[in-house]
Protein backbone atom coordinates (compact mmCIF):
# COMPACT_ATOMS: atom_id res chain seq x y z
CA UNK A 1 0.00 0.00 0.00
CA UNK A 2 1.13 3.28 -0.49
CA UNK A 3 1.49 5.85 2.38
CA UNK A 4 0.65 9.66 1.62
CA UNK A 5 1.73 11.65 4.97
CA UNK A 6 0.24 15.20 5.23
CA UNK A 7 2.36 17.64 4.26
CA UNK A 8 0.96 21.44 5.33
CA UNK A 9 1.43 24.55 2.61
CA UNK A 10 4.94 24.80 2.86
CA UNK A 11 5.79 21.34 2.72
CA UNK A 12 6.43 20.41 6.64
CA UNK A 13 5.47 16.59 7.45
CA UNK A 14 3.33 16.80 10.54
CA UNK A 15 3.22 12.70 10.75
CA UNK A 16 7.25 12.32 10.65
CA UNK A 17 7.75 16.03 12.82
CA UNK A 18 5.30 14.36 15.30
CA UNK A 19 7.06 10.66 15.60
CA UNK A 20 10.57 12.14 15.79
CA UNK A 21 9.41 14.47 18.34
CA UNK A 22 9.17 10.94 20.68
CA UNK A 23 10.58 8.92 22.74
CA UNK A 24 12.86 5.99 21.56
CA UNK A 25 10.72 3.10 21.81
CA UNK A 26 7.72 5.82 20.97
CA UNK A 27 9.91 6.27 17.51
CA UNK A 28 10.41 2.55 16.96
CA UNK A 29 6.46 1.89 17.86
CA UNK A 30 4.94 4.89 15.17
CA UNK A 31 7.37 3.55 12.28
CA UNK A 32 6.28 -0.32 12.62
CA UNK A 33 3.24 1.27 12.54
CA UNK A 34 3.56 3.01 9.30
CA UNK A 35 5.65 -0.13 7.44
CA UNK A 36 3.00 -2.37 8.42
CA UNK A 37 0.06 -0.36 6.24
CA UNK A 38 3.32 -0.44 3.57
CA UNK A 39 3.25 -3.72 3.66
CA UNK A 40 -1.00 -4.20 3.58
CA UNK A 41 -0.54 -5.83 7.05
CA UNK A 42 -3.04 -3.23 8.48
CA UNK A 43 -5.06 -6.29 10.56
CA UNK A 44 -1.07 -6.38 12.70
CA UNK A 45 -2.27 -3.00 14.51
CA UNK A 46 -4.29 -1.25 16.84
CA UNK A 47 -7.08 0.73 14.84
CA UNK A 48 -11.01 1.62 15.57
CA UNK A 49 -13.33 3.83 13.12
CA UNK A 50 -13.25 7.16 14.79
CA UNK A 51 -15.77 9.01 12.71
CA UNK A 52 -17.18 8.77 9.18
CA UNK A 53 -14.50 7.35 7.40
CA UNK A 54 -11.80 7.53 9.41
CA UNK A 55 -9.68 5.10 11.73
CA UNK A 56 -7.44 6.47 14.40
CA UNK A 57 -4.14 3.60 15.12
CA UNK A 58 -3.11 3.11 18.37
CA UNK A 59 0.49 2.57 19.26
CA UNK A 60 2.57 2.80 22.53
CA UNK A 61 0.89 4.22 25.42
CA UNK A 62 -1.12 7.13 24.38
CA UNK A 63 -0.22 7.96 21.10
CA UNK A 64 -2.84 8.43 18.06
CA UNK A 65 -2.31 7.87 14.14
CA UNK A 66 -5.31 9.38 11.84
CA UNK A 67 -6.06 7.78 8.55
CA UNK A 68 -7.99 7.41 5.20
CA UNK A 69 -7.77 4.41 2.89
CA UNK A 70 -8.46 5.92 0.01
CA UNK A 71 -9.08 2.39 -1.50
CA UNK A 72 -6.60 -0.79 -1.76
CA UNK A 73 -3.80 1.09 -3.05
CA UNK A 74 -3.72 4.52 -0.91
CA UNK A 75 -3.70 5.41 2.42
CA UNK A 76 -3.20 9.10 3.77
CA UNK A 77 -2.23 9.91 7.46
CA UNK A 78 -3.65 13.07 8.43
CA UNK A 79 -2.80 13.78 11.64
CA UNK A 80 -0.89 12.55 14.64
CA UNK A 81 -1.63 13.80 18.13
CA UNK A 82 -0.93 12.34 22.17
CA UNK A 83 -4.29 10.98 23.45
CA UNK A 84 -4.37 11.83 27.66
CA UNK A 85 -7.99 11.34 27.73
CA UNK A 86 -11.04 8.61 26.43
CA UNK A 87 -12.34 11.34 24.20
CA UNK A 88 -10.07 12.87 21.27
CA UNK A 89 -9.30 16.68 21.85
CA UNK A 90 -11.30 19.29 20.46
CA UNK A 91 -8.35 21.02 18.70
CA UNK A 92 -7.15 17.78 17.65
CA UNK A 93 -10.88 16.73 16.50
CA UNK A 94 -11.28 20.38 14.49
CA UNK A 95 -7.50 19.41 13.11
CA UNK A 96 -8.58 16.02 11.47
CA UNK A 97 -11.78 16.94 10.42
CA UNK A 98 -10.65 19.61 8.46
CA UNK A 99 -8.10 17.78 6.76
CA UNK A 100 -10.54 15.33 5.77
CA UNK A 101 -12.54 17.07 4.16
CA UNK A 102 -10.16 19.26 2.66
CA UNK A 103 -8.02 15.62 1.59
CA UNK A 104 -11.92 14.75 0.56
CA UNK A 105 -12.28 17.77 -2.06
CA UNK A 106 -8.80 17.21 -3.67
CA UNK A 107 -9.59 13.92 -4.44
CA UNK A 108 -13.28 13.94 -5.24
CA UNK A 109 -14.07 11.90 -2.45
CA UNK A 110 -16.33 12.01 1.01
CA UNK A 111 -14.72 10.95 4.05
CA UNK A 112 -16.58 12.51 6.79
Known sequence: MKIHQYKTAGGK???DEYILSL???E???GHSVIKAFEENRIDEVRSKLWRGKIWEVYFYRDNRLFYVVVDNEDAYFIHACRKQKNKTEKQDSKIVVQRA???GRELL????
Open 27 to 29: RRD
Open 23 to 25: SHD
Open 109 to 112: KKFI
Open 13 to 15: DVI
Open 101 to 103: KDL
